[in-house]
């Protein structure tokens, strides 16, 4: 050959090929087949259609009121709790011993006694309280002897208490969420408790003495809304006896009311605080039924007072529905599984077809490709899920309103931390899924393995409360947390599960686990496809 | 003569094993732009492989690809550098033939109109917009020729692009690749049959067992196969042998009224027998096909030989 060749110039206009064009190329890649855009938004409709179904499916009644039976939204406003001073659900019901007492003052009294009855103790199921099973002696860690200042007679009104319990010794409590603790004394005969309660303005001081003449101070609080006519005097309170049965999948609780029966003397008021008459009373609720009579409750004799309460004076916890914020979201592990199947197959199919040659190819720079691919799939699976959770959020929470649930209100913050947190656990799961198929390079074992490590442990440990939990601190499913509903009290012995809104790990501590997990398989998947032939 | 123009392709003592298989054994070769360069050898000889490294895609135990000096991982823009058709089947089946072409596109900041064009190169406009599932390999190929086009690259890089073609469209792509080639581009086509580079390549790369067997050009190969052999047809069979012996001719009886010459040029034949008055029928030179001439080189190297079977397995 005797003429020499002028290489070819690429006539191609020279436009950067950076990160922007592969994340357009990623981008077009996704929008162009249906089959993904279908895996899309099944995400999206399994997070309304789960909730929604089953918010549908159940619908909760309420006993006839004055006109007769309630539906939908008045239902719903019926069954509220109260709440406290700070809009927190609270229980309050338990027996007050009182008087109204005008400015400040004192009051002292001695516990002698402290003892917790349920009927046919020890049985599971515990028998009925209707008397048709004989009151056996049981424990109830929290029922409570003490005092109280009450601000007024309707529950959730502020208060602050001094008291002494079966199992938690003396303890300080104001205004439901605050507990503070003391002595860790456990009353008898033998080692009675005294125990006074001060009030100087809306300042209040809870003391304790083991012999009358000795005073330790356990706490003080400022209450903000009290009047200077104030309810004080002796109350007693258990909240239901419970017996938890773990099993290696889910558990069995057994539980019902119970009952403290608890013997005062020495009550005695001091300062600007003048006696009158005690009167017994049923704080919250009627009192009449499995626990007689309020009359046969509260027997006073020579300075002996004997009482007979139930109930709680707390925040409530415990509710099997999870009817917050996060329980309308039930739908969201559907829809991640949905979006799961595309953050897989969108790595998985280049690998099968051969296409991650082209791939490589076109964008050398492994690193890029595979953040290229994450950024498109945790955006697009963000977006996707965000629309699903409002959507739901709204049409689940009005669908169990209009069903006669109570929906726990929550806050602004909390309200957006639910949605937008699941918005993301739902698209990190995504990238988790593109990364372990860029390690694993088939579909069916990197969809097995996703979903073995995100939903499986969501799913055994949601009712869990044994070891299952912390499958619910390690696995990835521990970002579930950002769902979230309420706040764990040590002061309230109730059963907290997932299921009911109660998550190991604390929101965003938990996403952070799943964060942790899929910067793991990025950089495992990174390494190999580095490494690895195309 | 300008100054000498760096290989497009220079491949540098290749080496690479798969656990106990040796794929390439130090294989070195350089394609040069302006030409199509055939590169050859029987399945299994290591073409694809030798593809995958220059494309950065597999890595080598030792030697080095370099596309214009620079390894191919370092591209920055490497669909304008390089066009490759690697595996015509590598598609996804829902996406459309178009929207396959947009992506890579969109990767090298290239625009959906020059997805279009060279969808209308490739003669594939009336499928593009279907999905690539239902698509004929030939089809396939189509697409595939297409995406290799649309960084308009100076250096092409075809695997067995003939596979599944027709006739039509075999014609079609050996016209292509020569106009290519006329253009002043690097192209390097890959294929296990010669016979489907006959008219195309003008330079071979020959391999076989991952090592260089031949980098020579098609007219210098068939002219080696062919070796300056005459035939002569004589009913004078002794008389015409003692003449051209005589004239420094090696000459071997073929049949009874033929006669194969080695070592004259047929030119020289006629002249020296008609001198000698012995009497010719036919005098025709020999000329190989590039079929045969590539089976006379790969004799050797065929790696899966009819013999090889009856061997024992070890």
């Not at chain 1, 006074?196 to 003080?220: F, N, Y």
């Not at chain 1, 799961?429 to 442990?457: E, K, Q």
């Amino acid at each position: 050959m005797t003429a020499t060749m002028t290489p070819y110039q690429s006539a191609a206009p020279s436009s950067g090929a950076g990160f922007v064009q592969l994340l357009h190329a990623e981008w077009t890649k996704l929008r162009t087949v249906r089959g993904w855009l279908f895996a899309l938004a099944l995400g999206a409709v399994l997070i309304v259609a789960l909730g929604a179904g089953s918010a549908a499916g159940s619908h909760r009644g309420c006993g006839g009121g004055p006109g007769g039976q309630l539906s939908g939204k008045a239902c719903a406003a019926a069954n509220a709790p109260p709440t406290g001073p700070d809009g927190t659900p609270v229980t309050d019901n338990f027996y007050f011993v009182h008087q109204q007492l005008d400015g400040d003052g004192s009051i002292t009294v001695r516990v002698t006694s402290l003892s917790e009855q349920a009927p046919g103790a020890g049985q599971r199921p515990q028998g009925p309280a209707d008397g048709s099973v004989p009151w056996g002696t049981v424990t109830v860690p929290w029922a409570k002897a003490g005092l109280i200042v009450k601000a007024g007679t309707s529950q959730g009104s502020p208060y602050a208490s001094i008291m002494t319990t079966a199992s938690h010794g003396v303890r300080f409590q104001y205004d439901f969420t605050h507990d503070v603790a003391g002595s860790d004394t456990t009353v008898s005969t033998t080692s009675p408790q005294w125990l006074r309660l001060t009030r100087s303005g809306s300042k209040l001081t809870g003391s304790e003495s083991a012999d009358g003449a000795h005073w330790t101070v356990v706490g003080t609080a400022t209450l903000t809304g009290l009047p200077a006519s104030i309810q004080a005097g002796l109350f007693v309170a258990s909240p239901d006896y419970d017996v938890v049965d773990d099993h290696i999948v889910g558990t069995a609780t057994y539980g019902g009311p119970s009952r403290a029966i608890a013997t005062f003397d020495n009550v005695g008021l001091q300062g600007g605080w003048t006696p009158s008459t005690w009167a017994g009373s049923q704080f919250g609720g009627d009192g009449s039924g499995p626990l007689g009579p309020p009359g046969s409750r509260f027997t006073q004799s020579g300075g002996v007072f004997s009482v007979t309460g139930t109930g709680d004076i707390a925040p409530a916890v415990g509710d099997p529905d999870n009817n917050t914020i996060g329980g309308s979201l039930i739908g969201s592990f559907a829809g991640l599984i949905a979006l799961v199947v595309l953050g897989a197959l969108f790595i998985t199919a280049e690998y099968r077809r051969g296409l991650i040659r082209t791939t490589l190819a076109a964008a050398p720079d492994r690193g890029r490709v595979l953040a290229a691919k994450s950024v498109v799939v945790g955006v697009v699976t963000f977006v996707v899920s965000l629309a699903g959770c409002l959507i739901a959020v709204w049409l689940v929470g009005d669908l169990r309103r209009n069903n006669g649930f109570y929906v726990v209100p929550a806050s602004a913050s909390t309200t957006a931390r639910v949605i937008v947190g699941t918005a993301a656990l739902l698209a990190v799961s995504s990238v988790f899924a593109l990364a372990v198929g860029t390690i694993v390079r088939r579909s069916a074992a990197t969809i097995a393995t996703v979903i073995a490590l995100v939903v499986l442990p969501y799913i055994l440990g949601a009712s869990a409360i044994g070891p299952l939990v912390w499958l619910l601190r390690l696995t990835p499913a521990a970002a579930f947390a950002v769902q979230q509903g309420y706040h764990r009290y040590s002061q309230v012995d109730g059963v907290y599960t997932a299921a009911g809104g109660y998550f190991p790990l604390p929101p965003w501590a938990g996403f952070g686990v799943l964060c942790l997990w899929t910067a793991t398989a990025l950089g495992l998947a990174l390494y190999l496809l580095r490494k690895r032939d195309a | 003569m300008e100054a000498t123009i760096a290989a497009s392709i220079a491949v540098q003592g290749l080496r690479k094993r798969y656990g106990t298989t040796v794929a390439l054994d130090g294989l070195s070769f350089t394609v040069q732009p302006g030409q199509v360069t055939g590169f050859v050898g029987p399945n299994g000889a290591g073409k694809t492989t030798t593809m995958r490294v220059i494309l950065g895609l597999d890595s080598v135990d030792e030697g080095s690809a370099l596309i214009n000096g620079r390894p191919y991982r370092s591209l920055r823009r490497p669909l304008a550098q390089v066009g490759s058709l690697l595996d015509a089947a590598a598609l996804q089946p829902s996406r459309t033939g178009r929207n396959h072409l947009l992506w890579l596109a969109h990767s090298q900041g290239l625009t959906a109109r020059r997805v279009d064009e060279v969808i209308e190169s490739a003669g594939m406009e009336k499928a593009a917009r279907r999905k690539a599932g239902g698509y004929s390999l030939g089809m396939r190929q189509r697409v595939g020729i297409a995406a290799a086009m649309l960084g308009d690259p100076p250096v092409l890089m075809l695997d067995e692009p003939f596979n599944g073609l027709d006739p039509e469209g075999i014609f079609w792509i050996r016209g292509f690749l020569r106009s290519l080639a006329a253009q002043g581009r690097a192209v390097l086509v890959s294929s296990h049959l010669m016979g489907e580079l006959q008219d195309a390549a003008t330079h071979l790369v020959v391999i076989g067992r991952g090592r260089l067997v031949a980098d020579t050009s098609v007219a210098a190969l068939v002219a080696a196969a062919s070796g300056g052999r005459v035939q002569v047809r004589t009913t004078a069979r002794l008389e015409a042998t003692a003449v051209l012996a005589a004239a420094g001719a090696t000459v071997a009886v073929t049949d009874v009224d033929l006669l194969t010459v080695s070592g004259l040029p047929s030119q020289q034949i006629v002249t020296l027998l008609g001198e000698s008055s012995v009497p010719f029928s036919e005098i025709s030179g020999h000329r190989a096909t590039l079929e045969e001439a590539y089976m006379e080189l790969t004799r050797d190297a065929v790696e899966y030989r009819a013999s090889d079977e009856s061997e024992p397995v070890r």
